[in-house]
């Protein structure tokens, strides 16, 4: 069983910069694919981003390409997401998750894992 906890969401104003943290414990994280989902008010919860055991696949939304980044340590059980160039339709809850599937996916319930997400405000 695996726990996610995301933190460092917060108010940013358009143009601005947040990175986000998903510690994971309570298994071994290098061995489940980890993505960010968001979710804004009435809405449903959209793919953000995924990232591969090893890094070495990142496939990421349409909407977020070339300006978000996703990564990962391994050594820290940690995945990040680092947003720049911020805009209002940003503004959602972000969700780490993880799957235990051999093959990466868009699709939520591919996920097995949830954290309890973090706010991010963009302001215009």
């Known amino acids: 069983q695996v726990q996610l906890v995301e933190s460092g969401g917060g108010l940013v104003q358009v143009g601005g910069s947040l990175r986000l943290s998903c510690a994971a414990s309570?298994?071994?994280?290098?061995?489940?694919?980890a993505a960010w989902f968001r979710q804004a008010p009435g809405k449903e919860r959209d793919f953000v981003a995924a990232?591969?055991?090893?890094?070495?696949?990142?496939p990421y939304a349409d909407s977020v390409k070339g300006r978000f980044t996703i990564s990962r340590d391994n050594a820290k059980n940690t995945v990040y997401l680092q947003m720049n160039s911020l805009k209002p339709e940003d503004t959602a809850i972000y969700y780490c998750?993880?799957?235990?599937?051999?093959?990466?996916?868009?699709?939520?319930?591919?996920?097995?894992?949830w954290g309890q997400g973090t706010q991010v405000t963009v302001s215009s």
């Open positions: 309570g298994g071994t994280f290098s061995t489940y694919i």
């Open positions: 998750a993880a799957s235990a599937s051999q093959w990466v996916t868009a699709w939520r319930r591919g996920y097995d894992y």
């Open positions: 990232i591969t055991r090893n890094g070495g696949t990142t």
